[in-house]
């Protein structure tokens, strides 16, 4: 099994940064991808980013790409996302989640945190 609990969220302006946290413990932390995904009300769990295994192989959604660098400390168990220039359209529950699978889809992970929720005002 492995827990992960998110933190780091809160309300921003719109243009302002954020990161966000993700502490994992249990199984062995590099022996899976990490993700972030977002629900917003209303609408569908979507993928954010992603970090590999070994943390050298990253993804993106294009919503995310040059704006939210993720990245993970193995060392620490715990993967980042630090998102910069945020826009009222990023307001979400961002979730972090862990898994083998599909990288870019819910079904591809298989632990999930609670949740933090980010808001930014215009």
């Known amino acids: 099994q492995v827990q992960l609990v998110e933190s780091g969220g809160g309300l921003v302006q719109a243009g302002g940064s954020l990161r966000l946290s993700c502490a994992a413990s249990?199984?062995?932390?590099?022996?899976?991808?990490m993700g972030w995904l977002r629900q917003a009300p209303g609408k569908e769990r979507e993928f954010v980013a992603a970090?590999?295994?070994?943390?050298?192989?990253?993804s993106y959604a294009e919503s995310a790409k040059g704006r939210f660098p993720i990245f993970r400390d193995t060392a620490k168990n715990t993967v980042y996302l630090q998102m910069n220039s945020l826009k009222p359209e990023d307001t979400a529950v961002y979730y972090c989640?862990?898994?083998?699978?599909?990288?870019?889809?819910?079904?591809?992970?298989?632990?999930w945190g609670q949740g933090t929720q980010v808001t930014v005002s215009s």
């Open positions: 989640a862990a898994g083998t699978g599909a990288v870019r889809s819910r079904d591809g992970y298989d632990y």
């Open positions: 249990g199984r062995t932390f590099s022996s899976y991808r």
């Open positions: 970090v590999s295994e070994s943390g050298d192989v990253k």
